[in-house]
């Protein structure tokens, strides 16, 4: 009869890691949603503001550019947001934090602590 496999000990940094990521990946989701909602909302309102009709022909003409060149800066905004690869904004997030590093930080206060040492001597 086999026995059942022992899986391996994380150590308290990889276990805050992975926590870390979860969390990051599900706060990452939560503001890209509501960013995509928000520009969609945007674009709804541009949209209705621009079938509107105004009385001077000049004031018109330059409504209507403003509006489209908004509506475009949501569109694109909107298709950025859509196509935003969330892993890769994750691994960038993990180097900026150090996440990823803690051998090297354990060097660098090693460092730390014996360049401290030496200044007090």
Same mark, same amino acid.
Do not use: N
């Given at each position: 009869?086999?026995?059942? !496999?022992?899986? *391996? ?17 599900? &706060? ?14 945007? #674009?709804?309102? #541009?949209?209705?503001? #621009? ?13 209507? /550019? ?18 935003? =690869?969330? /892993?890769?904004?994750?691994? !960038? ?16 206060? &090693?460092? =730390?602590?014996?360049?401290? *040492?030496? &200044? &007090?001597?």
């Amino acid at each position: 009869m086999a026995g059942k !496999r022992k899986r *391996d000990a994380f150590t308290p940094h990889e276990k805050l890691v992975h926590k870390s990521c979860s969390l990051l990946q599900r &706060e990452a989701k939560k503001v890209r949603t509501f960013l995509v909602r928000k520009a969609v909302q945007q #674009l709804k309102q #541009l949209r209705t503001q #621009l079938e509107e009709p105004v009385e001077d022909a000049a004031k018109q003409q330059q409504r209507e /550019q403003k509006l489209r060149h908004s509506i475009d800066r949501f569109e694109r905004e909107h298709a950025a947001l859509k196509t935003l =690869d969330l /892993q890769k904004l994750i691994t !960038r997030v993990k180097v900026q934090t150090g996440l990823d590093k803690p051998t090297e930080q354990k060097e660098t206060q &090693e460092w =730390d602590e014996e360049g401290s *040492d030496s &200044e &007090e001597e």
